[in-house]
T-cell receptor, first 110, second 112 residues
Framework: DVKVTQSSRYLVKRTGEKVFLECVQD?????MFWYRQDPGLGLRLIYF???????EKGDIPEGYSVSREKKERFSLILESASTNQTSMYLC?????????FGDGTRLSIL | QKEVEQDPGPLSVPEGAIVSLNCTYS??????FMWYRQYSRKGPELLMY????GNKEDGRFTAQVDKSSKYISLFIRDSQPSDSATYLC????????????FGAGTRLTVKP
């Protein structure tokens, strides 16, 4: 079974802080993704990566950056956290289709 | 108009009922269709994965794709309280396409 592990289930940070969300997958997948999930809006793609050090913007990249230094690890960075970034963040990985998800990080920005 | 439309519910059924969950879409290029189940405070878990039109069955679950109508369905037979979750449909155009589109999810409750 594919295992996608997100480092934190719940996180509380303050406005203006730099926030790091970490994701690790154990299936040697080429592709990794970061989404945010909000009530009524569904899943929205923030960034994805199709290889080490490669990244592509998704639908809502503003205020976020990513890092992929190793194939199994994909990090999401909130450069200066704001309250409108309070959300559920989901990491996924895939080789082609389908995508497999981690259990999410519920992030609150105060 | 959203690219993928899914009735958010909530949907409440008695245990043992047949459940029908549906999504419609506008992009005729979609070929890969997924259903995910998401329990409260957990990530989406892949339930069914189909390519192009037709039916796929896995235990109590059946996924149907009607590309001519741009309509996909998930049927759950003999529904159980443990099926209570949010169900998300998802679709994309090709095997190597990383641009997946999701429905907003339907919240299902199965009452004992």
């Amino acid at each position: 079974d594919v295992k996608v592990t997100q480092s934190s289930r719940y996180l509380v940070k303050r406005t203006g802080e730099k926030v790091f969300l970490e994701c690790v997958q154990d299936m040697d997948h080429e592709n990794m993704f970061w989404y945010r999930q909000d009530p009524g809006l569904g899943l929205r793609l923030i960034y994805f990566s199709y290889d080490v050090k490669m990244k592509e913007k998704g639908d809502i990249p503003e205020g976020y950056s990513v890092s992929r230094e190793k194939k199994e690890r994909f990090s999401l960075i909130l450069e200066s956290a704001s309250t409108n970034q309070t959300s559920m963040y989901l990491c996924a990985s895939s080789y082609g289709q389908p995508q497999h998800f981690g259990d999410g990080t519920r992030l609150s920005i105060l | 108009q959203k690219e993928v439309e899914q009735d958010p519910g909530p949907l409440s059924v008695p245990e043992g009922a047949i459940v029908s969950l549906n999504c419609t879409y506008s992009n005729s290029a979609f070929q890969y269709f997924m259903w995910y189940r998401q329990y409260s405070r957990k990530g989406p878990e892949l339930l069914m994965y189909t390519y192009s039109s037709g039916n796929k069955e896995d235990g109590r679950f059946t996924a149907q794709v009607d590309k001519s109508s741009k309509y996909i369905s998930l049927f759950i037979r003999d529904s159980q309280p443990s099926d209570s979750a949010t169900y998300l449909c998802a679709m994309t155009t090709s095997y190597n396409n990383n641009d997946m589109r999701f429905g907003a999810g339907t919240r299902l409750t199965v009452k004992p």
